[in-house]
């Protein structure tokens, strides 16, 4: 009787003080741009990527934070001789947040929906060569292709190839259902979004069992939030102005990573005038990039001078393709006829560099003759009206996608860019095996684009993140747009 | 019945139990007031707390939309312009946002449609006043840089810098609406704060009391319990073991009140002392029973010879000095009796001869049956006339007896030899004189009394 009570009242213990264990145990992260939805398989905002990406949806293989490419939902791999059979043998006793089982029939089923053009997924030319995808047995998947790709397993470990459950794959979108750490647990309107620890996880539990998830780019409510210690993470502070104030406070510590990220004041090809080389060179020359870097108050990013990474090998420095010369730039717009003046409408994103590199790049152009009409939008606006709609002249945004220089391969692509001596460059490095030959032939896209002049190639942007000093495990770099919650842990 | 035979185990059980619970009560009750108390803390902290932060920022954000419009006066060119409209703009969204947040504050709330048309009204000038400067702006860039100034643009630009003065007075204003407005929900939230807080003080007072009290209950219950286990359990076991102690415990005294394990124990402990009392009793009996076998004769009940010879013995070990008188009795013809009428007869006249001698003789005498058919007889402080008087009643009433025995009437006569004033110190001579005077009394023709006399100082 007594050992009943003893018992009853331990239990009337844990069961009060429980509430008070679980708030220490969470994080807060702030990000800038509010995703569309949730499903990274049907956006190509990054957004989606770094709220969800190996938090709740995994892919057959991962992209560690050195870029490396790493077993995920595939625990092994083999590759035929000739390179173009990949046999993967799936990890087992994998369950998603639903309770359904993972196995290769799923695995299938993902990858055929990733292929199936009426799913509209923003990454499915990069899996086009796939041939036949094939069932060995239970946890053993074959993947056929049309042609050897040495970049096939690293493209599986992106957000837009995760493994998607068949049941709740449509509904991704609004309650997103994974095989991750972390499990949705609601995003209502003007809320952060909320993720909890999968009890299920077929992995090692990770040891922030809660996160919120909110997304702002607002300044004024950034600085507020920071300053009054609300964030405990935000992975682009960059171009924030308190952000050196902020740095020397004592409870947030910086860190200057770099993404993979080109930031780029884009043109739509489709414009009558920026249609012309002659408009595209004179914007270059009228935009002064070293001085653009003074929107980042304590980073010092790369400048560049067309679409690539300077982590790449094949990497070619063209920063210095265009100097700064308002003058040559007037004189090349008065050669295509542009001598009183020309007139452009200028969509802003949401981002903060977006937004301060917007008011300096209109200060350069307008300083040359050319009258803009500046709209900021929203990220979901930006993403119809520019994305999608093609519906700009000039836009200003960072590409975080990881060597993505094939976008201007694509017909389909919003920059509305086509050239064909572009497309077969392209297609002889996609059959190009030779890592040499490729990298020549790299290097030549990146020239051809560079003298093309087919935007003004600003510089990589900076991966600037501010966090709380004791929050350990953030990926300072970021090889793919990712906030790997399972890694972060708070330091007593 | 069950309870019955458990009683003090579940009298003690429901005690310990009755302390348990009142314990668990004051427990329960602390615990759960912490809970209500952190519940209320948490609320505060989270939800008012979190109003109070985002009344305050607005009434911060209303504040600084002025200085928004200060910079966006002050813009010469373009750059500056856009500068402070993105500003503006970024304040307007966030307020925008921290006045849906306040909206859903659930506590008593002001009229946010007022504060939403202030905020329009000033969104709105602020817009007029970026065309305004905008305006203003390009005119300048003509007025300064073209070589002839024209009377239209200046009278514009005063235009304008009138209007914008009015803007700036307006916005000022506005502001000051929103301040005062949001101002009155910072205070509700406040009172509110200040009500909750209230509350749980209340709360927590009355709960203080009530452990208070069953603090002392719990005190309460733990003395009754030592009490009635020291009345109930201590007490009665000192008092059993009071008992036992004794010399000689005596069943009456072991206490066997109530209806508990101790009163069973004590009610085994009195069977048991009864039972040993009663055992003893019958050794008792039995070794008295023993003694008078030793002492007696069997047939006659009367001291044997053995007895009587332990008898004289002490007398004549006896300090002081006593003289005494014995005599020797002795049935005549006895082993005639024995011949004619049996074993049996014999032995039946020797016990009515015995009784008859109990009976004619004063207590006083110690009388023993010394040989088959002889009895002795010592007279002590008797004189030896009043010894012979007894022992001639003696005879004469035995010539008188009727006996009756196996089917025949007998008579019997006694041969009696008395030796009188016999001195401790010479018992010998007196047994010896008393058996001459029998054998006398036999020689002179039996059934009669012989009287020897002794001289008082021995000789």
């Known amino acids: 009787m007594r050992n009943w009570f003893c018992r009853k009242r331990w239990l009337l213990l844990v069961v009060l003080f429980m509430p008070t ?54 625990s092994s791999w083999e590759v035929s001789e000739e390179g173009r059979v990949y046999t993967f043998t799936l990890q087992p006793g994998v369950r998603f947040h639903n309770g359904q089982p993972f196995n290769a029939e799923v695995a299938a089923f993902s990858l055929e929906r990733l292929l199936d053009p009426a799913t509209q997924n923003p990454q499915r030319h990069l899996f086009a060569h796939i041939q036949e995808i094939q069932v060995v047995s239970l946890l053993r998947l074959q993947i056929r292709l049309q042609r050897p790709d040495n970049l096939l ?60 998830i ?59 005038a920026l249609v012309d080389r002659r408009v595209r060179r004179a914007i270059n020359h009228a935009v002064d990039k070293k001085g653009l870097l003074d929107i980042y108050p304590k980073s010092n990013p790369p400048l560049i001078g ?20 308002p003058g040559k730039a007037k004189k090349l717009l008065a050669e295509a006829g542009y001598a009183s003046g020309l007139e452009l ?21 307008e300083a040359v003759g050319i009258r803009l009409d500046v709209q900021r939008v929203s990220w979901s606006k930006w993403l119809d009206e520019v994305f999608y709609g093609k519906n700009y002249d000039l836009t200003v945004v960072a590409h975080v996608e990881p060597f993505d220089i094939d976008i201007y391969a694509r017909d389909d692509y919003y920059f509305n860019y086509h050239n064909p001596g572009f497309d077969q460059l392209w297609k002889q490095i996609e059959q190009e095996q030779d890592e040499a030959k490729r990298n020549h032939l790299l290097q030549q896209t990146q020239l051809l684009l560079a003298e093309d002049a087919a935007h003004v190639f600003l510089h990589i942007k900076p991966q600037q993140s501010i966090r709380k000093k004791n929050l350990k495990g953030f990926w300072e770099n970021s090889p793919v747009p990712a906030v790997i919650l399972e890694e972060l842990y708070w330091e007593n | ?14 005690l310990t139990l009755a302390v348990a619970l009142v314990l668990m009560a004051a427990i329960a009750l602390a615990l759960f007031s912490f809970k209500q108390y952190r519940t209320t803390l948490n609320e505060v902290a989270d939800r008012e707390l979190q109003a109070l932060m985002t009344a305050t920022r607005l009434v911060q954000q209303a504040e600084s939309l002025v200085n928004a419009s200060a910079m966006l006066l002050l813009a010469e060119n373009h750059f500056s312009r856009r500068q402070a409209v993105f500003e503006v703009e970024d304040r307007q969204e966030w307020i925008g946002r921290l006045v849906t947040d306040l909206s859903t504050y659930p506590g008593d709330q002001i009229d946010f449609q007022a504060i939403h048309q202030t905020k329009d009204e000033l969104v709105g000038n602020l817009a007029r006043m970026n065309t305004l400067v905008e305006e203003r702006i390009n005119l300048r860039a003509d007025v300064y ?6 009377q239209q643009d200046l009278e514009r630009l005063e235009l304008i810098d009138a209007e914008i003065g009015e803007m700036i007075r307006a916005n000022r204003e506005l502001s000051q609406d929103l301040t005062v407005t949001v101002g009155h929900q910072v205070s509700l939230i406040r009172s509110s704060i200040l009500s909750s807080v209230e509350t749980i003080n209340q709360g927590m007072t009355l709960r203080q009391t009530w452990l208070l009290y069953s603090g002392i209950l719990a005190l309460l219950v733990v003395f009754l319990t030592a009490f009635y286990i020291n009345r109930s359990v201590v007490q009665r076991i000192i008092n059993l073991q009071r008992a036992l102690s004794l010399d000689r415990p005596r069943a009456q005294d072991v206490p066997v009140e109530g209806d508990d394990e101790i009163a069973w124990m004590a009610q085994s402990i009195h069977r048991y002392v009864n039972k040993i009392n009663a055992h003893e009793g019958r050794i008792m009996e039995m070794n008295e029973e023993l003694s008078f076998l030793a002492t007696h004769d069997a047939l006659t009940k009367l001291y044997n010879r053995h007895y009587f010879d332990r008898h004289l013995n002490q007398l004549s070990q006896k300090d002081e000095s006593e003289s005494f008188c014995i005599a020797m009795l002795d049935i005549d013809h006895f082993k005639s009796i024995n011949d004619n009428h049996g074993h049996d007869a014999g032995d039946q006249v020797i016990r009515m001869l015995a009784e008859e001698l109990k009976a004619a003789l004063p207590e006083a005498a110690m009388v023993a049956r010394v040989g088959g058919e002889e009895f002795a007889v010592v007279f002590q402080k008797l004189s030896l006339k009043t010894a012979s008087q007894y022992l001639e009643r003696l005879r004469l009433q035995i010539e008188q007896l009727p006996i009756h025995v196996a089917g025949v009437d007998l008579r019997v006569t006694a041969s009696i030899g008395l030796a009188g004033y016999c001195q401790d110190r010479d018992l010998i001579a007196c047994l010896k004189s008393a058996d001459m005077a029998l054998y006398e009394a036999k020689r002179l023709g039996r059934n009669q009394l012989v009287v020897h006399t002794i001289s008082k100082e021995g000789k």
């Open chain 1, 21 to 74: 264990l679980a708030v220490a145990d969470r994080v807060r992260i702030e990000l800038h741009l509010m995703p569309p939805h949730l499903d990274p398989t049907l956006t190509p905002s990054a957004t989606v990527s770094e709220a969800t990406y190996n938090n709740i949806y995994q892919g057959l293989t991962r992209i560690n934070r050195h870029g490396e490419v790493k077993p995920n939902l595939a």
């Open chain 1, 306 to 325: 067309s679409h690539f990474s300077p982590l790449h090998p094949a990497y070619l420095d063209l920063s210095d393709r265009y100097p700064y010369d």
């Open chain 1, 345 to 365: 409408t200028f969509k802003v994103p949401p981002p903060l560099y977006a937004r301060q590199a917007s008011l300096h790049l209109s200060a350069y152009l």
């Open chain 2, 145 to 150: 840089f073209r070589d002839r100034t024209s």
């Open chain 2, 1 to 14: 019945m069950s309870v019955l035979k458990y009683g003090l185990t579940t009298k003690i059980a429901l």
């Open chain 1, 153 to 212: 397993l690293f493209r599986l470990g992106l957000a837009a190839a995760v493994m998607v459950e068949p049941e709740s794959a449509d509904n991704n979108s609004r309650h997103p259902i994974g095989t991750g750490p972390y499990e949705f647990v609601s995003w209502l309107e003007g809320q952060p979004l909320e993720l909890a620890a999968f009890q299920n996880y077929w992995g090692a539990q990770p040891r922030i069992q809660r996160a919120s």
């Open chain 1, 214 to 272: 909110s997304f702002t780019s607002n300044r004024i409510e950034l600085e507020a939030s920071l300053s009054e210690g609300a964030i405990d993470l935000y992975p682009n502070i960059s171009p924030l102005e308190s952000v050196v104030r902020l740095a020397s406070r004592g409870d947030y510590v910086l860190y200057d990573g770099l993404s993979e990220g080109q930031t780029l004041l884009a043109f739509n090809h489709q414009h009558p």
